[in-house]
């Protein structure tokens, strides 16, 4: 790759880059797993989940892009198979279709993973002044924090 010199010593560039690959990886699984709940769902509360899901979805994918792109203004290539996404996300995928508030409660979990994801990673970009990164993982921390919130009340009986 070519040099890059943005005030990040290349340690940290590679270091930040990594953490926003899981990242990355933590928010396409989430966007898949959410989709094919949006489009799977079924039950009394179908069309409130359904288009809730979809709100998340497509929230989801202009956020894979914003990360994405972030990795490529660090000069790392960003992982975009689903080989290479699938071998970096902590969220475990689901093969079957459970019924309606158990996907919200996956989808809660779920949520709750990409927010430990976003503070580990937070703390590297911190240490190495990369404002920028800081302030796209602290962004996306709190998208996830409010959804998992919402998610947690629709759970309560």
């Not at 309606?100 to 590297?124: D, P």
């Not at 996830?144 to 009986?157: D, F, G, I, Q, Y």
Request: negative net charge; aromatic residues 6%; charged residues 25%.
């Amino acid at each position: 790759m070519d040099t890059i010199n943005i005030g990040i010593n290349e340690a940290d560039r590679i270091a930040i880059a990594e953490g926003l690959k899981r990242l990355l990886a933590d928010s396409y699984t989430l966007y898949l797993q959410t989709h094919n709940f949006h489009w799977n769902v079924t039950g009394r509360q179908f069309r409130d989940l359904h288009l809730m899901f979809e709100e998340h979805y497509t929230e989801l994918a202009t956020a894979v892009d914003d990360i994405a792109e972030r990795i490529r203004s660090l000069n790392i290539v960003a992982p975009g198979t689903y080989k290479s996404l699938a071998a970096l996300t902590s969220i475990k995928e689901v093969e079957d279709i459970p019924p309606a508030m158990e996907m919200v409660k996956i989808l809660t979990q779920s949520h709750e993973q990409v927010i430990r994801t976003c503070r580990e990673i937070l703390t590297i970009a911190q240490d190495a002044n990369d404002e920028s990164s800081a302030a796209l993982i602290s962004d996306r921390m709190r998208v996830h924090e409010k959804t998992a919130w919402m998610l947690r009340a629709m759970l309560v009986a």
